[in-house]
């Protein structure tokens, strides 16, 4: 089956700095990957979806200075944290989509990262 | 836009009974997916049904199926023989071509008692 990795799994980091956590799709090519945003016993939030070459699109009230993505192959995708504060720690999910033929393309899911700011 | 709406924030099922999480959405495409996912405490996001709107035939896989009402707009999720690696969250989603995203619910948290 398809495989998305994410790197890290788990980030601490001092407030004020940047992060960037990578999503990869190991055995497809992935023309758009998704990224999404969980709190502790909360849904799936969506944040943007990112096409490869392209501008990523940022959902209502997602700060894109602030979740930086970038989809530099058809396999990569990162999202960069940047200036990280207490707020943003969180549970980081990115999902990829395989370029297939048919109407529907699955979403597969990386194992997610957890940032949490001091 | 698309809604979907989980009314139950947890479940409770005793180990091999058989237990149905709800859900209804909502959306003005015709063209639509609905799926329901299996979060465990790991956090990885699991395929658990997939069912196309277009098909009136209500998906199964082993003891997973749904009751796919389409005019009630109501996807609900019967686990029979429940195991206790069922524990989990588990979300209902939407997804339309013309959207290009899936729509989460806000999960059923399932527990399996011994």
């Known amino acids: 089956g398809a495989v998305v990795s994410q790197h890290p799994s788990r980030v601490i980091c001092k407030s004020g700095t940047s992060v960037k956590i990578e999503c990869r799709s190991l055995?497809?090519?992935?023309?758009?990957m998704f990224w999404y945003r969980q709190f502790p016993k909360q849904s799936l939030m969506l944040m943007a979806t990112?096409?490869?070459?392209?501008?990523?699109?940022?959902e209502q009230g997602v700060e894109k200075d602030k979740f930086l993505i970038n989809h530099a192959s058809l396999t990569l995708s990162t999202l960069t944290v940047t200036s990280a504060h207490p707020e943003d720690s969180s549970f980081y999910i990115c999902?990829?989509?395989?370029?297939?033929?048919?109407?529907?393309?699955?979403?597969?899911f990386g194992p997610g990262t957890r940032l949490t700011v001091l | 836009a698309q809604t979907v709406t989980q009314s139950q924030p947890e479940m409770s099922v005793q180990e091999a009974e058989t237990v149905t999480l709800s859900c209804t959405y909502d959306?003005?495409?015709?063209?639509?997916?609905l799926f329901w996912y299996k979060q465990p405490p790991s956090r990885q996001m699991i395929l658990v049904i997939r069912q196309e709107a277009y098909k009136q035939q209500n998906a199964t896989e082993n003891r997973f199926s749904v009751n796919f009402q389409k005019a009630a707009k109501s996807f609900s999720l019967k686990i029979s023989d429940s195991q206790l690696g069922d524990a989990a969250m588990y979300f209902c989603a939407s997804y339309t071509n013309a959207g290009n995203m899936l729509t989460f619910g806000g999960g059923t948290r399932l527990m399996v008692k011994p």
């Open positions: 959306t003005s495409e015709s063209d639509y997916y």
């Open positions: 999902s990829a989509n395989p370029w297939t033929p048919s109407s529907y393309n699955e979403q597969f």
């Open positions: 990112s096409n490869e070459g392209s501008k990523a699109t940022y």
């Open positions: 055995d497809f090519q992935a023309t758009t």
